[in-house]
């Protein structure tokens, strides 16, 4: 049973860098077939997708976002990161990670259970 | 960026049948995915490719798209089915996914 779970600091200040984890068991990330994303979700702007990673390292990222986002894997570790940067109090949200596919590469059919982040002086 | 528009919410006495909408431009021409959340939880498939169901997923929940609208029908609705709704496409413009603002599905 594939399962996916976000780790990091729930607390960051403005300006700074916000970095998280998400750890996946059950399956490799090596796996071609599918893509690890990572979304978002506040109250104020519901969901909204902030990128993915492939195996290969290909990358692709929400437009809105993408001067401050990056997604980076390690096969080692088999888990994969957010980092966004220049942080302010607009990017305080539930994160979470998912897979995309066997559905399709933009179908989430796994989730982490989300973790919670507060940018806060 | 593609909008997708939902009603805030919907309600619906147990055993009838709840149609969530979701309405986007041409949606009819895409893919559609419906996610389901209850409070505190994190989102879970419930139909991909406007009607297809993932495993796990009772044959009560059905979709269809056509024109503008793209809609999630429930049927037999069950206490548990209370959740938010939410659609969500491939915006081929932006190259990017988007979803719908959601809708609270109320069993009465």
């Known amino acids: 049973q594939v399962q996916l779970q976000e780790s990091g600091s729930g607390l960051v200040k403005p300006s700074q860098t916000l970095s998280l984890t998400c750890a996946v068991s059950?399956?490799?990330?090596?796996?071609?077939?599918?893509?690890w994303n990572w979304i978002r979700q506040t109250p104020g702007e519901g969901l909204e997708w902030i990128g993915y990673?492939?195996?290969?390292?290909?990358?692709l990222y929400n437009p809105s976002l993408k001067s401050r986002v990056t997604i980076l894997l390690d096969r080692s570790k088999n888990h994969f990161s957010l980092n966004l940067s220049s942080v302010t109090a607009a990017d305080t949200a539930v994160y979470y990670c998912?897979?995309?596919?066997?559905?399709?590469?933009?179908?989430?059919?796994?989730w982490g259970q989300g973790t919670v982040v507060t940018v806060s002086s | 960026s593609y909008v997708l528009t939902q009603p805030p919410s919907v309600s619906v006495a147990p055993g009838q049948t709840a149609r969530v909408t979701c309405g986007g431009s041409n949606i009819g021409t895409t893919n559609v995915h419906w996610y389901h959340q209850k409070p505190g939880q994190a989102p879970v498939l419930v139909v991909y490719?406007?009607?297809a169901r993932p495993s796990g997923i009772p044959e009560r929940f059905s979709g269809s798209s056509s024109g503008n609208t793209a809609t999630l029908s429930i049927s037999g609705v069950e206490a548990d089915d209370e959740a938010d709704y939410y659609c969500q496409v491939w915006d081929g413009n932006s190259d990017h996914p988007v979803f719908g603002g959601g809708t609270k599905l109320t069993v009465l």
């Open positions: 998912a897979r995309g596919g066997p559905y399709g590469n933009d179908v989430f059919d796994i």
């Open positions: 490719d406007d009607s």
């Open positions: 059950g399956d490799s990330i090596n796996s071609g077939v599918y893509s």
């Open positions: 990673i492939f195996h290969s390292g290909t990358t």
